[in-house]
């Protein structure tokens, strides 16, 4: 080892004694003293060279020439895989001797104390450094590098991502030193910077030799929402989903996965070649050009549903050739209404080509179609006087619109709800998605629509009425609304009469109040207006008169008898006799 010395013989050794085998008197101290001088000085807390003497899983034995040999953990040695017997190392001299009297040293401690230096100089000379990698942290790993634990950003590992970063536990490899801070003593190193360089100029040459519409193979690299980037040997372009196939991709993991490799066509790049589109679809023939040529209008096909809209249905019959089914094609109805009532993507539907245009590769499809139109036979169905429970399915003024089945709707004028009844609005008697009995009246085929009748349901109670209700008779009935230009009168035989405030008015001379149950007699009957006027002063006024009728005769009687009297007098009276003329006619007047 280079700290031996030549060691010098005891100047007063007894060589012959020695060699005779006589009693030769060395005293233990100066064998002991003899003995020291023949191994290396060594003092503790210095570095020194060793030799690897043996290597096993836990422990490196170091020889330093020292009167025993140290024992290093072998962990200390994981940054150099490659140690072997005959090696020569640095070691740090801890102690000479512990408890037991063995020699310790330390790998680790001898390398620290060069460490710093070396690093420094690993980073100013731009040098290629082996590092051991220890463990995964937060964004990197720790590597072991001359015995300081740097950091390896996990950007900085390699030039693809890294998807598991465990496998590199454990490993050795390469590095450069790409950033110290002094202050902190904190070391940055990179693999990655080993072999950019080399891919610089991989990349330079294959960026010299594109063109567009070449066909290249390459790795997907990575796969986001929008597309897949995709490595061409050290230089990476994109497929955008909408390239990756002729058919619609909502998941491009649904076309490609990881570390796969594709053959892609350079559809574009810019004048610099940094950024590249890809293509993987156009490799294959368009769908449209490989349609079945004996597809015709009238034809039934069958597909999913891939996109839905308001106003229609994108349905794909084969990858990349899709129809649309506009929401009138859906249903017979003539309602707007939106296309999610009717499909839902992902359903499966068979639907009827309704045009075809293979040179705008666009195609327009029905489902209504593979249903019978219900107005064809519409009177087969629903003749007139026929009677069906339809579902009210909104309000006008004038009457109600229902449905009778899918396609086939009709209309309630509100003259035709009820018999009896003034209806103001049609919300007073139903509401919408009510079921409402009805009776078929006219069929408007050219419009499709059908007018219908609640009321005809029933007979005309007005045909009975016309027997009950003639004018002077008097029945009784109940004010049940009152309004300004009179009160409304529900009659206990059935229907409503109307009668005048001035018809209203009580025999104590007090006006009819509503909730009132009173005598009315009818004024006037009109079947054909449904108009029944009434009158309950009527009922009392005209008693009076009967009453008052006998007097009025008997009056009446005076007066033509006296008025007889007068004209026989006259006949053969004198002038003179004018005056008692005049005297009895005051008198008569005045019913003397």
């Known amino acids: 080892m280079s700290n031996l010395k030549n060691v010098q013989p005891l100047e007063d050794f007894n060589w012959d004694e020695f060699e005779n085998g006589t009693n030769v008197s060395i005293s233990k101290e100066d064998l002991q003293k003899a003995y020291d001088e023949t191994l290396n000085k060594v003092s503790e807390h210095q570095v020194v060279d060793g030799k690897v003497i043996s290597v096993d899983k836990k422990e490196v034995v170091v020889n330093i020439g020292y009167k025993s040999d140290g024992i290093i953990p072998a962990s200390e040695f994981r940054y150099n895989p490659d140690l072997k017997v005959g090696d020569i190392v640095e070691v740090y001299v801890e102690n000479q001797e512990d408890k037991k009297g063995q020699l310790i040293l330390s790998h680790k401690k001898a390398r620290l104390s060069k460490s710093w230096e070396r690093v420094n100089n690993a980073l100013d000379n731009e040098e290629v450094i082996q590092g051991y990698i220890k463990c995964r942290t937060k964004g990197g790993m720790i590597v072991d590098v001359f015995g300081i634990e740097a950091f390896l950003p996990g950007s900085q590992i390699d030039v693809h991502p890294i998807r598991d970063y465990d496998v590199f536990v454990g490993k050795t490899m390469e590095f450069k030193v790409v950033k110290i801070n002094q202050e902190f003593r904190n070391v940055v190193v990179s693999h990655k910077a080993l072999i950019e360089a080399e891919l610089e100029a991989q990349k330079k040459e294959i960026i010299s030799k594109l063109e567009k519409g070449q066909i290249l193979e390459g790795t997907v690299k990575n796969i986001t929402t929008y597309g897949v980037f995709v490595d061409l040997g050290g230089v990476d372009g994109l497929v955008h989903i909408t390239d990756l196939s002729w058919g619609r991709v909502s998941d491009p993991h649904e076309v490609v996965s990881l570390d796969q490799k594709i053959n892609v066509v350079i559809l574009d790049f810019d004048n610099e070649k940094k950024r590249i589109a890809l293509g993987l679809k156009q490799l294959t023939p368009h769908p449209w050009d490989a349609l079945d040529s004996n597809l015709k209008v009238g034809d039934h096909v069958k597909g999913k549903v891939v996109v839905i809209a308001d106003y229609g249905a994108f349905v794909e019959i084969a990858p990349g050739v899709e129809g649309l089914i506009h929401v009138s094609e859906m249903s017979w109805s003539q309602h707007l209404r939106s296309a999610q009532e009717f499909l839902h993507v992902g359903d499966e539907v068979e639907a009827v080509i309704l045009t075809l245009d293979r040179d705008e590769r666009k195609m327009s499809l029905g489902i209504k179609q593979l249903r019978e139109d219900p107005w064809e036979a519409i009177e087969v169905k629903y003749p007139i006087g026929s009677k069906h429970t339809a579902k009210v399915r909104n309000f006008t003024n004038f009457g109600i619109f229902v449905e009778l089945e899918e396609g086939v709707d009709g209309l309630i004028h509100i003259s035709d709800l009820s018999w009896t009844k003034k209806v103001k609005h049609p919300s007073e008697f139903t509401q919408v998605g009510a079921e409402i009995d009805v009776v078929v009246l006219e069929i408007d085929k050219d419009n499709r629509r059908l007018s219908l009748g609640h009321k005809q349901l029933e007979d005309n109670p007005w045909d009975t009425y016309e027997t009950i209700y003639k004018p002077g008779t008097v029945h009784t009935g109940k004010i049940t609304e009152m309004m300004e230009k009179g009160a409304v009168i529900t009659l206990n035989e059935g229907g409503e009469g109307f009668a005048t405030p001035k018809h209203l008015v009580k025999e104590d001379g007090s006006q009819a109040q509503a909730g009132e149950e009173l005598e009315f007699k009818v004024i006037e009957f009109v079947k054909e207006t449904k108009r029944i006027i009434l ?49 009895l006619k005051a008198k008569l007047e005045k019913g003397e």
């Open 535 to 583: 009158s309950h002063s009527r009922t009392f006024e005209e008693a009076k008169e009967e009453k008052k009728a006998p007097a009025r005769k008997q009056h009446a009687a005076k007066k033509e008898e006296a008025a007889a009297q007068i004209n026989n007098v006259a006949a053969g009276t004198t002038l003179g006799d004018i005056d008692v003329l005049a005297e």
